[in-house]
């Protein structure tokens, strides 16, 4: 039975990095869409205001708690959440069971040219895996009926979607009855990273639950979206 906590109004899944993988793996043996979210306290604090992006958190299938400030959220407020499961570390473990089972995957989001380096990257790291096929974030409205030809005529199993939030939720649910892939799943900067384009923190900052403080240091210009985060602690905090 699916269980569940309310964090400012925001469901989240209550399961560890290995109760999910194995939920993600009956998604693929299915014969229906999935949809993956992973929200930080950024993306939490957004729905708060963004009504359309609180109702699609609450209709997706599986939502992981991809931020330390839920974790410290849920033991302020005794929730019970196991403990922090990341886009990126959640993608990696389906990237490996793809190649082991010869799932298909389908890249969509980042710069011009990085789905397609990312895409040649994961290939060599991933032996066995099958490209369904890729296309860049930087597409028009006119087309996205051609992608979404392409990502049902390729047989896709796994739509990574990187657009960033709240975009590629919203885009994901906007075309949910369109895709016949198993799993749709926001993923954020993630195709950069494969792409070789970004890099992750180093692991003391992951370790730490900092790859937040991480990326300011890298994107100071972010500072008014990372004002969310005390926000978020305030709100927690104070909220009944």
Known sequence: MRKQVEILDVPIDIVSSEEAFEKLKTFLEGDKLNKVFTPNPEIV????????????????????????????????????????????????????????????????????????????????????????????????????????EDINKNNSDILFVALGAPKQEKWIDLHKDKLNCKIAMGVGGAVDIYAGTAKRAPIIFQKLGLEWFYRLLKEPWRIKRMMNLPKFLLYILFKR
């Open 45 to 148: 604090m957004i729905a708060q205001e963004d009504r359309e992006l609180a109702r699609i958190l609450r209709e997706a299938d599986l939502v992981l708690a991809d931020g330390i400030g839920l974790i410290i959220a849920s033991k302020i407020k005794n929730l019970g959440l196991k403990e922090r499961v990341t886009g990126i570390d959640t993608m990696e473990k389906l990237l490996t069971y793809s190649a082991e089972q010869s799932k298909s995957i389908y890249l969509l989001g980042g710069k011009p040219g990085n789905a397609e380096l990312a895409c040649k990257n994961i290939e060599k790291a991933y032996s066995g895996i099958r490209i369904a096929g890729f296309h860049h974030g930087y597409f028009k409205e006119e087309d996205v009926e051609k992608i979404i």
